[in-house]
């Protein structure tokens, strides 16, 4: 079991940073792919970005590559996601998630969820 909290949410003006954290407490963390997901309203949830569990290869949708990084820290059982220039279009509940697989994931191979947290971007 792999419990995962995320924080670092919040508001930001288009062209601006954030950087999320999730937090992993439970066995093992470090044999995990790690990933982060985001839902806006109304639509389904989406891959955003991955991390493989060893040498840290890591995965992004196109709509986020060059502007967003996925990073790990195994020692402090914590991942991130470092946003930049961001768009209104980034605005959702990001999601962290533990998984099985770190290239060109689906949700269905990632078991543990965090609970989310809020982006939104203003224009």
């Known amino acids: 079991q792999v419990q995962l909290v995320e924080s670092g949410g919040g508001l930001v003006q288009a062209g601006g940073s954030l950087r999320l954290s999730c937090a992993a407490s439970?066995?093992?963390?470090?044999?995990?792919?790690m990933g982060w997901f985001r839902q806006a309203p109304g639509k389904e949830r989406e891959f955003v970005a991955s991390?493989?569990?060893?040498?840290?290869?890591?995965y992004y949708a196109d709509s986020v590559k060059g502007r967003f990084t996925i990073s790990r820290d195994n020692a402090k059982n914590t991942v991130y996601l470092q946003m930049n220039s961001l768009k209104p279009e980034d605005a959702a509940v990001y999601y962290c998630?533990?998984?099985?697989?770190?290239?060109?994931?689906?949700?269905?191979?990632?078991?543990?969820w965090g609970q989310g947290t809020q982006v939104t971007v203003s224009s």
């Open positions: 439970g066995r093992a963390f470090s044999t995990y792919a």
């Open positions: 998630a533990a998984g099985s697989s770190w290239y060109n994931p689906t949700e269905y191979e990632y078991p543990y």
């Open positions: 991390i493989s569990w060893s040498v840290g290869s890591t």
